[in-house]
């Protein structure tokens, strides 16, 4: 059952942030151990100040020197736990985001790929940066800050309310009644919050989908239209921004109002008692003091509700990706000889009531074969390409892994036995050797020499800096079908026994396509070679054809 994200209590929500902040509660610990100590400085430094303005006023008797050293140690342990703080922050506070960074990307990794399909990779992405920068600061600063500002205020009322209970208690009313607000204010800006962080992952999704086909914008002049997007995107996003920011005012004056009538009390209420002789210059002094020190965590805890709102939408919004379920896991399933693959009566479609892809499908890819599979668009290959590598599982029928001396069931650790090379440019900035090294880390410089031969990539040798010849993203530098014998030879390097080739000759003329084929299938590599075309010539060089064709069957 799907959570209903959207309506997550904040009790709940709290829980998941404390079950997901292992290895952020030393740091949390520390910085409100530090802030606590600070509290109590501010305590001792009200009294300080007090004694020293009634020595000074001849009302106590007392050594002004010692009072002004203890001030001053005061001051220096101040300094120094605010510094300590700030070290903490420095020195770790990266560290544990990237953690946490870290362990939502695994996740996402191991995540079934039909259900983490429904979310843009952009989205993806702004909730890796932007939601869990959200989440870390909130656990490692903004929380032990606002246990910080409540010690703060509890200890600065109980002295204020042992020296005037009247003041402390007409100084503390405004509490309650900010109290009653902060419910109605959380749970608006909790909404406006998602807007905005919405919005805020649809700008990203753009960015990123149109520097990625950035090609494909240029050639079809949709340059002004993509900018026009954007823009769109932006106003909506600043008009989000701003109703956000007018609540937010609106509240925040309330607030600073309430504030302002509690200090003309307290300095009223003090002009009146020292005109009246019931209090001394430095009982006058300390009031205003605790004031200062009652309004201010006061004023700290509603700045902090922003925060705290901010933080538990991104506790929404990757809350909502532990929905996604993960792939089995466990240890890898590894054939020693080269395995092939059997389908058995297979019926997989992606959506109930939608037309059957495969119905029955039964067909064997033999260790050691190569096959050809065609068919027309849309007829099934890219599902067929899907479930060989266990992306998704058929509805019915089964799916074998076997060679000579043992059989499995198809899943997620099987995976291994396969080397998938898919449509257009698949390789990534670096160096070739750095590409070639994806296959098998531990390839040796004469391996790789040999794959790229097999791969007709003889040319990446006479290139000034042979194998650690730069490419940029996206094999830059390279001509389409170079960067496809590069993929190639990178797939025969990787110990993978099944070979699954999606158009990967394309991009080649009729000389190098037929020379690339006839060493794939004639160089003994030991692997089943399984090719996606629609190139007639790969054909002639395979021991078997597979011709899917495209059905419109609903049902069974």
């Not at 600061?137 to 600065?156: K, N, R």
């Not at 064997?364 to 065609?374: C, E, H, L, Q, R």
């Not at 650690?468 to 079908?481: H, K, N, Q």
Request: glycine share 6%; with cysteine.
């Amino acid at each position: 059952m799907s959570k209903n994200v959207k309506n997550i209590s904040v009790k709940r929500l709290l829980r998941w942030l404390w079950s997901n902040s292992k290895g952020v509660r030393r740091q949390a610990a520390a910085n409100t151990a530090i802030g606590l100590l600070d509290v109590v400085c501010q305590i001792l430094w009200v009294l300080a100040c007090k004694h020293a303005i009634d020595i000074a006023t001849g009302v106590k008797d007392g050594s002004l020197v010692t009072t002004g050293i203890i001030i001053a140690a005061l001051m220096l342990v101040q300094i120094a736990s605010r510094a300590a703080s700030k070290w903490i922050h420095a020195v770790t506070g990266n560290k544990i985001r990237n953690r946490m960074r870290r362990a939502v990307f695994a996740r996402l990794l191991r995540c079934d790929w039909m259900h983490l399909q429904r979310h843009h990779t952009g989205d993806l992405t702004n909730r890796l940066e932007g939601d869990v920068s959200s989440i870390t600061t909130l656990m490692t600063e903004v929380i032990p800050a606002a246990v910080v500002a409540g010690a703060q205020l509890l200890a600065s009322f109980m002295l204020l309310f042992i020296m005037s209970p009247m003041l402390a208690v007409a100084i503390f009313i405004i509490l309650p009644v900010c109290l009653a607000l902060s419910r109605v204010y959380i749970k608006k800006m909790r909404k406006l919050n998602r807007d905005v962080r919405e919005s805020d992952s649809r700008i990203q999704s753009v960015l990123q989908e149109s520097l990625q086909h950035k090609e494909l914008i240029k050639s079809l002049e949709q340059n002004d239209s993509t900018e026009e997007q954007l823009s769109k995107l932006q106003n909506r996003l600043q008009n989000q921004v701003a109703s956000r920011a007018k609540f937010s005012l609106g509240a925040y004056t309330l607030i600073q109002l309430g504030f302002a009538i509690g200090y003309v009390i307290a300095f009223m209420w003090g002009v009146d008692s020292l005109k009246e002789g019931l209090i001394t210059y430095g009982t006058m002094a300390a009031y205003l003091q605790l004031v200062g020190l009652i309004q201010r965590p006061t004023m700290d805890l509603s700045r902090y509700i922003p925060s705290i709102v901010t933080s538990l939408t991104a506790a929404e919004r990757l809350y909502e990706l532990e929905d996604i379920p993960v792939e089995k896991q466990g240890d890898a399933v590894i054939f020693d000889e080269t395995a092939g693959v059997r389908f058995k009566d297979v019926t997989f479609r992606y959506e109930e009531g939608k037309r059957f892809i495969l119905n029955k499908f039964s067909f064997d890819f033999p260790p050691n074969s190569s096959t050809a599979i065609v068919g027309e668009t849309g007829a099934g290959k890219t599902t067929l390409i899907r479930l060989l590598i266990a992306l998704i599982n058929p509805q019915s029928g089964s799916i074998e892994l076997y060679n000579n001396k043992e059989i499995h069931a198809s899943s997620t650790l099987t995976r291994r036995n396969f080397v998938y090379i898919p449509q257009g440019n698949s390789l990534i900035s670096g160096t070739i050797r750095d590409n070639l090294l994806m296959g098998n880390p531990e390839a040796t410089e004469e391996q790789m020499k040999k794959a790229l031969h097999i791969a007709c990539a003889d040319y990446v040798l006479e290139l000034p800096d042979g194998l650690d010849s730069p490419i940029t993203e996206r094999g830059g530098g390279l001509s389409e079908g170079q960067a496809q014998r590069i993929a190639v030879a990178r797939s025969i390097l990787r110990p993978g026994s099944i070979l699954i080739l999606d158009e990967v000759t394309s991009a080649l003329d009729e000389t190098t396509e037929q020379e690339m084929l006839k060493r794939l299938t004639q160089s003994q590599i030991g692997k089943t070679l399984i090719f996606v075309t629609h190139r007639p010539a790969v054909i002639d060089y395979c021991t078997q054809v597979l011709r899917i064709e495209r059905t419109e069957k609903k049902q069974l």
